[in-house]
Antibody, heavy 117, light 107 residues
Framework: EVQLVESGGGLVQSGGSLRLSCAAS????????MHWVRQAPGKGLECVSA????????YYANSVKGRFTISRDNSKNTLFLQMGSLRPEDMAVYYC??????????WGQGTLVTVSA | EIVLTQSPATLSLSPGDRVSLSCRAS??????LAWYQQKPGQAPRLLIY???NRATGIPARFSGSGSGTDFALTISSLEPEDFAVYYC?????????FGPGTKVDIK
């Protein structure tokens, strides 16, 4: 069974930092591209960052570029999102997701990041 | 950045109804479009990829069509579990943008 389990969310002050983790199991993590997708309360979905299977190529939405860093540890089947200079508008549920090459086929349950002004 | 527009924002329908949801891209994206369903408190679920291919385990009442800039998701006969929000997403260019969603609720 595929599992993506996020952790690391919580309450942080504006300007602060947070590191999200995603533990993957049940599929070949080391050959999979991975994404972080967020959803602000009551709002739609936003793809904020992506990383290819070996970590060489990374991608960021303009809204987080220069503040967030995506990385992975294939030896531990774990995906990370280091978030810095957090703003109130970064408050959202952050989903870890596997990109199959054509679509996001597996999603975690999400972790909530709350940013206080 | 490619902008996806979904219409309508909300639809009020009854079980058994047929529904078509629209997704329009601001520029041509070939067939690089996926559809997702999201229910309250849950992560999205993949329904359709590459415009018209059903994902594993998705019932045949869901179908997708379109290419270029205009796409549709059709549900041939709504089941009670189909009342949810539906999002389209393009993978033609990074960032892989989503549409704002269409909420299908019970009349």
């Amino acid at each position: 069974e595929v599992q993506l389990v996020e952790s690391g969310g919580g309450l942080v002050q504006s300007g602060g930092s947070l590191r999200l983790s995603c533990a993957a199991s049940g599929f070949s993590f080391s050959t999979s591209a991975m994404h972080w997708v967020r959803q602000a309360p009551g709002k739609g979905l936003e793809c904020v960052s992506a990383i290819n299977y070996n970590g060489v190529s990374t991608y960021y939405a303009n809204s987080v570029k220069g503040r967030f860093t995506i990385s992975r540890d294939n030896s531990k089947n774990t995906l990370f999102l280091q978030m810095g200079s957090l703003r109130p508008e970064d408050m959202a549920v952050y989903y870890c997701a596997r990109f199959s090459g054509v679509a996001i086929d597996y999603w975690g349950q999400g972790t909530l990041v709350t940013v206080s002004a | 950045e490619i902008v996806l527009t979904q219409s309508p924002a909300t639809l009020s329908l009854s079980p058994g109804d047929r529904v078509s949801l629209s997704c329009r891209a601001s520029q041509g994206i070939s067939s690089y479009l996926a559809w997702y369903q999201q229910k309250p408190g849950q992560a999205p679920r993949l329904l359709i990829y590459d415009a018209s291919n059903r994902a594993t385990g998705i019932p045949a009442r869901f179908s997708g069509s379109g290419s270029g800039t205009d796409f549709a998701l059709t549900i041939s006969s709504l089941e009670p579990e189909d009342f949810a929000v539906y999002y389209c997403q393009q993978r033609s260019n990074w960032p892989f943008t989503f549409g704002p969603g269409t909420k299908v609720d019970i009349k």
